[in-house]
DNA sequence: TTGTATGCGTTATCAA
DNA sequence: TTGATAACGCATACAA
């Protein structure tokens, strides 16, 4: 059923019946009436295909995500979710990119094949040839996260450096003299991965402020991986009594490995940390946490994107979110343990 | 940058370009080289729109997911993962529609705008109207999951009411008499969802089979829902030893009831489920639990579309997986809780 | 081995 | 208020 069908029937020209369904001319009342009654009947909708190759629009956004194989935290499951959503209320649609690696095929379709008007793109390295290759294409993007060169692009991001130093701070004020920063997956921090990096230099600082005792460790992204982590951390630094970290996926690993030592929290040891706040918040026991807005993160991401599709020239905006810490179930006074 | 530009720089036709591309005719080495690097030097792509406009297909497959806004099981998440992987890997694109509703613009368009060459439809109810949409609109499409008339369609489900019964059984060899469903929310038990009818059904039957006392309740899908159903359930049945579910985000919460109520698992009370097996692994203690291939059904799902977009004419297919229970470390001899 | 011409379904310009 | 017609960029049937 294409258009040239219905003005037939309607016994009118292809024009008429266009501009009827744009309004971007007046049409008769009467005329109006006689192609809608048409086109209810056929069930006629637009060709998605031949309207983007004359506007040169497609009213799509491309969501570039980790690899779907490796699976994502709970933090970018809301980035997704709040995109999608944000999207969807604006009557675009999204379509997705599962693009790690530099040479993706998918990636390339997307940004090359002009399928859509713009680009999200999740889980940015400090050097990142995504970037790079958006930057070059024209192609309107915007960033959750951002890369070494954050003044280039437009990006949504948490402050990971701010509120992990916050972290640290909280801890010592309870009197926590030698902590621990768990971290994302070794690969993914020796690859540039900027939250890990500017943990660290979070961690550090805070650290040097006030004069405590440090150790920085990496952890894959899971409950297993969490809990050997914390068991060798609590074998190896007898005096560490509290954790920093940006690893959801691990958290649940670690409050294992201390129930098995017969540590409870957070009597005899501390744990705050940066998650999702739904996240958080349904931990058991909750999580002492920065919580991050997902929901809003995705949309705000969403929004700057459209802005940045009707005006490519608009001056690039940035939103570094740092929110409050949530004193939840997991921390409290430093106690020796043994 | 399109074909004409190319072939005006390289000096020959449009046509040429475009053939040396497909390789549907033969093209001289020495032209298909010179034109191979004006299009390496611009970084030419075809235009998606313009392709498929001319051939009448979008490389472009449609996934219908629940909405967005509410949070998606791990199950869920399996599903859409390995669709989106085994997309990529046939080098077509996924556009996303969060979709629940009846009357859904992301969904009208999706089906309607041939956006797509086809669907894959997740969270099917047993009256399903976007079944019945798709039905009439001719787009193949694929579901994960099944209607009530499930010869119309091709489809790839869960056995819920076999593994549930086979939850029943391996429970009821273990001594235990009164058992409890608990089942996925009750709006969506009560809008028809299949897998919550067919885990009732597979329940209500194993019960009577084996003579046992069971009772039925639907239960939100979270860990909170979990906890305070759990605890009523132990309350108001002092008898009840062992609980076979298929909500999988309650699981954690039930966890927390037991531990609350001074129970310990698998010693005082069992638990056994459906739930994806990378999930059920992770969890602490291990769920015992039929292990859905959330992987392999997605991928099938895919291949099964596929071929029904090459030949819409070809019969229709269905897989019905019924996974053998993984036993962990959740299921235990019965022992009367007082 | 290559070139010319046509049409896919829209929207928008020009003319009436 | 409406109609005829030219693009948009590509793939392919037809010619050479």
Same mark, same amino acid.
């Given at each position: 059923?294409?258009?040239?069908?219905?003005?037939?029937?309607?016994?009118?020209?292809?024009?008429?019946?266009?501009?009827?369904?744009?309004?971007?001319?007046?049409?008769?009342?009467?005329?109006?009436?006689?192609?809608?009654?048409?086109?209810?009947?056929?069930?006629?909708?637009?060709?998605?295909?031949?309207?983007?190759?004359?506007?040169?629009?497609?009213?799509?956004?491309?969501?570039?995500?980790?690899?779907?194989?490796?699976?994502?935290?709970?933090?970018?499951?809301?980035?997704?979710?709040?995109?999608?959503?944000?999207?969807?209320?604006?009557?675009?649609?999204?379509?997705?990119?599962?693009?790690?690696?530099?040479?993706?095929?998918?990636?390339?379709?997307?940004?090359?094949?002009?399928?859509?008007?713009?680009?999200?793109?999740?889980?940015?390295?400090?050097?990142?040839?995504?970037?790079?290759?958006?930057?070059?294409?024209?192609?309107?993007?915007?960033?959750?996260?951002?890369?070494?060169?954050?003044?280039?692009?437009?990006?949504?991001?948490?402050?990971?450096?701010?509120?992990?130093?916050?972290?640290?701070?909280?801890?010592?004020?309870?009197?926590?003299?030698?902590?621990?920063?768990?971290?994302?997956?070794?690969? %993914?921090?020796?690859?540039?991965?900027?939250?890990?990096?500017?943990?660290?230099?979070?961690?550090?600082?805070?650290?040097?402020?006030?004069? %405590?005792?440090?150790?920085?460790?990496?952890?894959?992204?899971?409950?297993?991986?969490?809990?050997?982590?914390?068991?060798?951390?609590?074998?190896?630094?007898?005096?560490?009594?509290?954790?920093?970290?940006?690893?959801?996926? @691990?958290?649940?690993?670690?409050?294992?490995?201390?129930?098995?030592?017969?540590?409870?929290?957070?009597?005899?040891?501390?744990?705050?940390?940066?998650?999702?706040?739904?996240?958080?918040?349904?931990?058991?026991?909750?999580?002492?946490?920065?919580?991050?807005?997902?929901?809003?993160?995705?949309?705000?991401?969403?929004?700057?994107?459209?802005?940045?599709?009707?005006?490519?020239?608009?001056?690039?905006?940035?939103?570094?979110?740092?929110?409050?810490?949530?004193?939840?179930?997991?921390?409290?006074? @430093?106690?020796?343990?043994?």
């Amino acid at each position: 059923m294409n258009i040239g069908e219905i003005a037939r029937r309607a016994g009118v020209s292809r024009s008429t019946v266009s501009y009827a369904l744009t309004g971007k001319r007046p049409v008769s009342e009467e005329t109006k009436r006689r192609i809608q009654a048409v086109i209810d009947e056929l069930g006629y909708r637009p060709n998605a295909a031949a309207r983007a190759l004359k506007e040169g629009r497609t009213r799509t956004i491309g969501l570039v995500i980790p690899p779907a194989s490796q699976r994502l935290t709970d933090m970018q499951l809301g980035f997704v979710a709040s995109v999608v959503d944000a999207t969807a209320r604006a009557d675009l649609d999204v379509l997705l990119s599962p693009s790690g690696g530099e040479h993706d095929r998918s990636f390339e379709r997307v940004v090359t094949g002009r399928r859509v008007d713009g680009v999200i793109l999740m889980e940015i390295r400090l050097e990142d040839d995504r970037v790079t290759r958006l930057l070059q294409s024209g192609l309107p993007f915007v960033g959750i996260g951002r890369t070494r060169q954050p003044e280039d692009m437009s990006w949504v991001d948490i402050d990971y450096e701010t509120l992990i130093a916050k972290c640290v701070h909280h801890l010592a004020d309870l009197g926590h003299r030698h902590l621990a920063l768990v971290n994302r997956n070794a690969e %993914l921090v020796a690859a540039g991965y900027g939250p890990g990096h500017r943990a660290q230099a979070g961690f550090d600082r805070a650290i040097a402020e006030r004069g %405590l005792h440090g150790v920085r460790v990496c952890c894959a992204d899971d409950a297993q991986a969490g809990q050997t982590c914390l068991q060798q951390l609590l074998a190896e630094y007898p005096e560490l009594t509290a954790i920093a970290t940006i690893n959801e996926a @691990a958290v649940a690993g670690m409050y294992r490995a201390l129930t098995e030592a017969g540590l409870t929290v957070p009597r005899d040891f501390s744990i705050a940390g940066v998650a999702a706040q739904h996240w958080a918040e349904n931990l058991h026991p909750p999580l002492t946490a920065a919580d991050v807005p997902a929901d809003e993160m995705g949309a705000r991401a969403v929004e700057l994107l459209i802005q940045r599709i009707a005006d490519p020239a608009t001056p690039h905006r940035h939103l570094l979110v740092a929110p409050p810490i949530s004193l939840r179930s997991t921390t409290g006074p @430093a106690r020796p343990r043994t």
